[in-house]
Structures are given as structure tokens and as C-alpha cells.
T-cell receptor
Framework: NAGVMQNPRHLVRRRGQEARLRCSPV?????VYWYRQLPEEGLKFMVY????????ESGMPKERFSAEFPKEGPSILRIQQVVRGDSAAYFC?????????????FGPGTRLTVL | AQSVTQLDSQVPVFEEAPVELRCNYS??????LFWYVQYPNQGLQLLLK??????LVKGINGFEAEFNKSQTSFHLRKPSVHISDTAEYFC?????????????FGKGTHLIIQP
């Protein structure tokens, strides 16, 4: 009974490189959320996706960041041309249904370090 | 827009003593409230949530929280803590600010259990 899987758990990139973070939701969940946690901060919402659709990306930086959740395969959060300020923990969550009342199940996170 | 304030960044408590972690929120719409726990290097795990009905909500691991609409609070309590309760605790609300269905988190409270 696997929960939300994220890989890699740790990712080191140099400034200007690309970072790809993967998230496999709980089996049967079709709703995925990405959050970013900066040091000493709470999690900040980035984007909400359903299969093949971006529903809400109001928390995503306008440049360099993109997300997808294809029909097959994991959800991907992509950061192009990373900068030191992108260093953070990125968490993915999934839920079986849409709606504000549904519990979101979180993965262990990917800790991105930009050198 | 909505926000969540966790008044204490750290709370040290002796083992077997009671604890209260404070959470206040502001929102212009009806709210749904959550408490999550994050153990070191792990993802977030739901402790409990308030959707409607009884204002006293019981969760896992002996935790409970009380929704107080007049004081816009949702404080988390446990009558007797154990060393294994050492973790980061996040209060969250769902709705605008966290995306249509995302969550808005507080900055977290680090619960430190002293033997």
C-alpha cells in the first residue's frame, strides 16, 4: 500500500542547470499538489494538477518553473536555470478527489541544493 | 486571502507533561482546518482536521484540537507527551491563498520533548 513517492530525495545542482523532481501519487489518486518549503518556513502552495491538466498555478513563479501530470507516469516539477534561491524542500501531495475538505497525503520531499 | 499564524516557533516540554500548540487563522470565507506533523527528513502526516460539527476534534497519537470561531483559533493539545512526539507541527487552512484546493500553512512549531 504505497504512499506518495518522490524522487530523488536529494538533488544537487549548479547554478544554471535544470532540476527535475518526480512525484508518484497514491495509487488511484488523480489530484496532485506541489509545495515548496524554504528553511524556517512553512510550506507554500505552488501548483495543483489533475491528470493532463493544470488546475491552479497561482503559487508558481512566473519564470523557469513548470509542472505537468501526464496521463501515464509521475508528475514532474521542472526548474530551469536554477539559482541559489531555489534551494528548498519540495513536497508533493495527492488526494483522491478535488475539494477543500479532502485530506492531502504528502510524500517525503525532494531536498534541492543549488551550489 | 487567508493566513495562518503559529505563535510559537519552539515549545520545550518535559516528557509526560501536557502541551498546547497555538494556531490562529484569518479568512474571509468558511474554513477547513488541519494539523500536520513532520518528523525529521520525512513528509507531512495528517494529525487531525476540522470540517464541521463538533468543535473538539480528536486525532491520531492522542492529539486533539478545538476550533474556536470567535477567537479564530485551532489550538492543538495533548495531555501527556512522549519523547516520540518530538517533531515539527504545522497548522493549515484550505481555500484561497493556497490555491483553489491547496493548503495555506503556518510556519510551524518545533515541539521539543525533554526527558
Amino acid at each position: 500500500n504505497a504512499g506518495v513517492m518522490q524522487n530523488p530525495r536529494h538533488l544537487v545542482r549548479r547554478r544554471g542547470q535544470e532540476a527535475r523532481l518526480r512525484c508518484s501519487p497514491v495509487k488511484g489518486h488523480s489530484h496532485v499538489y506541489w509545495y515548496r518549503q524554504l528553511p524556517e518556513e512553512g510550506l507554500k502552495f505552488m501548483v495543483y494538477l489533475q491528470k493532463e491538466n493544470i488546475i491552479d498555478e497561482s503559487g508558481m513563479p512566473k519564470e523557469r518553473f513548470s509542472a505537468e501530470f501526464p496521463k501515464e507516469g509521475p508528475s514532474i516539477l521542472r526548474i530551469q536555470q536554477v539559482v541559489r534561491g531555489d534551494s528548498a524542500a519540495y513536497f508533493c501531495a495527492s488526494s483522491p478527489r478535488a475539494g477543500r475538505t479532502d485530506t492531502q497525503y504528502f510524500g517525503p520531499g525532494t531536498r534541492l541544493t543549488v551550489l | 486571502a487567508q493566513s495562518v499564524t503559529q505563535l510559537d516557533s519552539q515549545v520545550p516540554v518535559f516528557e509526560e507533561a501536557p502541551v498546547e500548540l497555538r494556531c490562529n487563522y484569518s479568512s474571509s470565507v468558511s474554513v477547513y482546518l488541519f494539523w500536520y506533523v513532520q518528523y525529521p527528513n520525512q513528509g507531512l502526516q495528517l494529525l487531525l482536521k476540522y470540517l464541521s460539527g463538533s468543535t473538539l476534534v480528536k486525532g491520531i497519537n492522542g492529539f486533539e484540537a478545538e476550533f474556536n470561531k470567535s477567537q479564530t483559533s485551532f489550538h492543538l493539545r495533548k495531555p501527556s507527551v512522549h519523547i516520540s512526539d518530538t517533531a515539527e507541527y504545522f497548522c493549515a487552512v484550505s481555500g484561497p491563498g493556497g490555491g483553489a484546493d491547496g493548503l495555506t500553512f503556518g510556519k510551524g512549531t518545533h515541539l521539543i520533548i525533554q526527558p
